[in-house]
């Protein structure tokens, strides 16, 4: 984006995105990271009775040996409304990638209210998100992701996203799979979806209008995943609406102040 008034940091990290369709990157603030797992864990292990674990990361990777898939999804939405339930945990995922949405999105920002997690024990097949956009059911195009892995994801225990030039290859002909499935989109182009690598400490920034989705996990461990998005306050909204879905969470002066002014009546200057 050279020529732009984006200088610096911020203009490497914006080409990378754009380029890519997402970014990766170590977490900004490794506290607000280790207190969302550490609670998330302790949560975690108070649904199954037991007391907050020493090793939480080893704790959750192995979950599948004390939850059986038939209590998964209990067991994942009781979590999503403790973790949402607690009132910090939304300012603490947002500090996590705090410049990075600067840079990408904007500094006056709409967030999704609830933040979303997902689980993948080893083999289920009973919690996939195949592959999809966000904009196919309702997002706007102008929302980003901020995904957040609480163990290590790489190849099926993490998701795919398809290359900015791959999608905009496919997009044409996408309608053709209304018929077919998505699932032939998916088995004539595997080969180029690219699974990502994002480790415990690290984020997932990815651009939401991608086709995207996971598969079976087939890694011996469990998949623990948060998701939510990111938009700039002003961009248009689609279904999910602010108020609803979003809410502003970085108001600036200047839009305060523009919020609160009243006309002076009948006065006209
Ligand atoms: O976590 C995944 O595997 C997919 C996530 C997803 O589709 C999303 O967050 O929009
Ligand atoms: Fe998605």
């Given amino acids: 984006m050279s020529g732009s008034f984006i200088a610096g940091h911020d203009d490497v990290l914006g080409a990378a995105f754009l380029r890519d369709g997402y970014v990766i990157s170590q977490v900004e603030d490794v506290p607000s990271l280790t207190r969302i797992r550490d609670r998330l864990a302790a949560l975690a292990a108070a649904e199954l009775g037991k007391a907050a674990p020493n090793a939480p990361q080893d704790f959750l990777d192995n979950i599948h040996k004390f939850v059986p898939i038939e209590k998964l999804n209990d067991f ?27 840079a990408l999105v904007g500094n006056e920002l709409a967030m999704q209210r609830r ?15 195949p592959a999809h956009a966000d904009t196919w059911s309702g997002d706007s195009p102008f929302e980003v992701v901020l995904w957040l892995p609480m163990v290590d ?12 030039e791959v999608n905009a290859r496919i997009a044409p002909s996408l309608a053709k799979y209304e018929s077919e499935g998505i699932e032939a989109l998916f ?8 699974y990502l690598t994002v480790k415990y400490g690290q984020y ?9 989705g996971n598969r079976i996990n087939r890694e011996k461990t469990t998949r623990w995943t948060f998701n939510c998005r990111f938009k700039g306050l002003f961009t248009p909204y689609a279904d999910k609406k602010l108020g609803e879905f979003f809410e502003p969470i970085t108001l600036r002066p200047a839009t305060r102040m523009g919020l609160a002014y009243r006309p002076p009546g009948n006065f006209r200057g």
């Fill in 153 to 164: 994801c790489f190849d099926t225990k993490s998701m795919f996203v398809l290359p900015p």
């Fill in 204 to 212: 997932l920034l990815f651009d939401q209008n991608l086709i995207h």
């Fill in 187 to 194: 088995r004539e182009h595997e080969s180029e979806f690219r």
């Fill in 115 to 129: 933040v979303n997690l997902s689980i993948q024990l080893p083999d289920d097949e009973s919690s996939l998100l």
């Fill in 76 to 102: 994942r939405v009781s979590l999503i409304g403790k973790i949402n339930a607690e009132s910090w945990v939304r300012e603490a995922y947002y500090r996590l990638a705090e410049k990075a949405l600067h």
